[in-house]
């Protein structure tokens, strides 16, 4: 990679201190423990990984909302940290998964959209009515729901508003989070499409993150895979979905149901059960699901393995170490 990075992540660590229980110490929870990710300007970077696996943490902390307890964010060059919080939001805006819930039903469609534009000190009040007739048209909403509320809309409208008031202010970059989940099957690829269509007329960078692997190999340049904090594989979308290389990712990429009803519901092997975050395996993390697993696995964390178009973290990539067939 040698582009323009919008925000790179670097050994980024945050911990939550969690109850156990009445007059019990309070037990670490390391939500996100060492990411390093680039984001670079104009790509897609897909984001995916099981519930609770840290993914909407690491984003709350790219957009800000949360310090790191350690490590460092650094948003076109300069430390997050160091900006106010109007510079972060001009530059990085969220399009969060369930459009109702994200718009205030007693706001009409057009103050909704407007509010950016007041918040984030536009100086201009004149022209924010003709601003926001502008994105409503290029995100494909009716001028005649300006002053409708919320509830009057449908699904897929209601989702368009919110990416209208994202893009309000042309932010550089848009943290989508499940933006199409919330959504009607028939709804689902009409905003998909609109997202491509305004990624590159507004030359957007996207961060998006999904359970659907569909989407996001419909949509992704380059796929992170997160499990217990960690990312432990990135590479291009081409190379993930065609030859994944951690265990992990296989698994996930084996889940995906398929219109065969011949085939049943697919077995990933990985078990019923998740890990407890507040016990972490040790060695590596994923080691007691892994139908790979070697006895080293459970004893030494692995480290980046440099691979095409990223790294992973495997003992079966590693220089040295014991390999079993790749199926």
Same mark, same amino acid.
């Given at each position: 990679m040698s582009g323009e990075?919008? *925000?790179e992540v670097r050994d980024v660590t945050r911990t939550f201190m969690i109850s156990s229980g009445f007059m019990k110490p309070k037990r670490p929870l390391h939500a996100v423990n060492g990411?390093?990710?680039?984001?670079?300007?104009?790509?897609?970077?897909?984001?995916?990984?099981? @519930?609770?696996? &840290?993914?909407t943490t690491l984003a709350r902390m790219?957009? &800000?909302?949360?310090?790191?307890?350690?490590?460092?964010?650094?948003?076109?060059?300069? #430390?997050?940290?160091?900006?106010?919080?109007?510079t972060v939001a001009r530059t990085v805006q969220p399009i969060f998964q369930d459009?109702?819930?994200?718009?205030?039903?007693?706001?009409? *469609?057009?103050?909704?959209?407007?509010?950016?534009?007041?918040?984030q000190g536009d100086r201009d009040p004149a022209t924010w009515e003709k601003r926001v007739h502008e994105i409503m048209e290029l995100v494909g909403l009716p001028r005649r729901v300006f002053n409708n509320y919320p509830n009057q809309l449908s699904g897929g409208q209601r989702q368009r508003v919110a990416i209208a008031r994202a893009l309000i202010n042309r932010?550089?970059?848009?943290?989508?989070?499940? #933006?199409?989940?919330?959504?009607?099957?028939?709804?689902?690829?009409?905003? +998909?499409?609109?997202?491509?269509?305004?990624?590159?007329?507004? &030359?957007?960078?996207?961060?998006?993150? @999904?359970?659907?692997?569909?989407?996001v190999e419909h949509i992704a340049t380059r796929v992170a895979v997160m499990y217990l904090g960690r990312i432990v594989e990135q590479t291009d979308t081409a190379s993930l979905f065609e030859s994944p290389r951690h265990p992990y990712s296989k698994a996930l990429l084996s889940?995906?149901?398929?219109?065969?009803?011949? +085939?049943?519901?697919?077995?990933?092997?990985? &078990?019923a059960s998740f890990p407890n975050p507040l016990e972490m395996p040790s060695g590596c993390t994923f080691h007691p699901r892994c139908p790979k697993a070697?006895?080293?696995?459970?004893?030494?964390?692995?480290? #980046?393995?440099?691979? #095409?178009g990223g790294h992973v973290e495997c003992h079966l990539y590693d220089e040295g170490a014991p390999t079993y067939a790749q199926s």
């Open positions: 990075a919008v *925000i990411v390093n990710l680039r984001v670079e300007r104009g790509e897609v970077m897909a984001l995916v990984g099981e @519930s609770g696996c &840290g993914k790219m957009m &800000g909302l949360l310090p790191p307890s350690q490590g460092t964010i650094e948003l076109g060059g300069k #430390p997050i940290s160091t900006l106010d919080r109007m459009p109702y819930s994200s718009l205030n039903p007693r706001k009409t *469609i057009g103050s909704i959209i407007t509010l950016p534009l007041r918040v932010p550089r970059m848009v943290i989508c989070d499940e #933006p199409t989940s919330a959504l009607d099957v028939s709804v689902q690829s009409q905003i +998909l499409n609109l997202l491509q269509d305004l990624r590159a007329e507004l &030359g957007l960078t996207y961060l998006l993150i @999904s359970h659907n692997l569909a989407v889940s995906v149901l398929t219109p065969d009803p011949t +085939l049943g519901v697919p077995d990933t092997h990985l &078990g070697m006895p080293h696995c459970s004893q030494v964390a692995p480290r #980046p393995i440099p691979a #095409p």
